[in-house]
T-cell receptor, first 111, second 116 residues
Framework: DAKTTQPPSMDCAEGRAANLPCNHSTISGNEYVYWYRQIHSQGPQYIIHGLKNNETNEMASLIITEDRKSSTLILPHATLRDTAVYYC????????????FGSGTQLTVLP | GAVVSQHPSWVICKSGTSVKIECRSL??????MFWYRQFPKQSLMLMATSNEGSKATYEQGVEKDKFLINHASLTLSTLTVTSAHPEDSSFYIC????????????FGEGSRLTVL
């Protein structure tokens, strides 16, 4: 699975958009970009995933660059409850494959 | 999203005892479940892959005789920490896959084990 690089921490003001970057320059054509987050002392929560098109759901938007070497997770209106560690993971799809977690980005939403 | 439930959410035990943690997929069948361990201020580390009806596959460095995994049905996998020691104190998290085509994983709430 391709390696990802994320900033270790970010702050965001409550109510503003949080933009979390992820670099995955060695991504292969059949690898998806997944985003998960982990609120303190809880299990990770699936947010969104995509292959090459931008994706949006009720939680967030995922913007993938045309060359697929980087992506950005956007939380449009961050709340205090969005404070968490956000993980960007790249891997081939398939139910029998695990997720390999890196260090992630600690997002702190400030009041 | 799909629901994965773990029990217990926290447990305290004495050194030398065994502890069982259950992981259930509540609204779907999971042929494969994954067990992770997370130490304070660290990321999740995969311990083993649990396959229904067959032996689990353990990651390098994880003792299969110490961390017993059973996946007897399509909705239940168990992790038993045998002869627990204080260094086994950690946050144990299971996950299961919902969709075979895109393979997003759903995680349990985690089980915090403290060994005295």
């Amino acid at each position: 699975d391709a390696k990802t690089t994320q900033p270790p921490s970010m702050d965001c003001a409550e109510g503003r958009a949080a933009n979390l970057p992820c670099n995955h320059s060695t991504i292969s054509g059949n690898e998806y970009v997944y985003w998960y987050r982990q609120i303190h002392s809880q299990g990770p929560q699936y947010i969104i995933h995509g292959l090459k098109n931008n994706e949006t759901n009720e939680m967030a938007s995922l913007i993938i660059t045309e060359d697929r070497k980087s992506s950005t997770l956007i939380l449009p209106h961050a709340t205090l409850r969005d404070t968490a560690v956000y993980y960007c993971i790249v891997r081939v799809a398939g139910s029998a494959r695990q997720l390999t977690f890196g260090s992630g980005t600690q997002l702190t939403v400030l009041p | 999203g799909a629901v994965v439930s773990q029990h217990p959410s926290w447990v305290i035990c004495k050194s030398g005892t065994s502890v069982k943690i259950e992981c259930r997929s509540l609204d779907f069948q999971a042929t494969t479940m994954f067990w992770y361990r997370q130490f304070p201020k660290q990321s999740l580390m995969l311990m083993a892959t649990s396959n229904e009806g067959s032996k689990a596959t353990y990651e390098q460095g994880v003792e299969k005789d110490k961390f017993l995994i059973n996946h007897a049905s399509l909705t239940l996998s168990t992790l038993t920490v045998t002869s627990a020691h204080p260094e086994d104190s950690s946050f144990y998290i299971c996950s299961a896959s919902l969709a075979a085509n895109t393979g997003e994983l759903f995680f349990g709430e985690g089980s915090r084990l403290t060994v005295l």
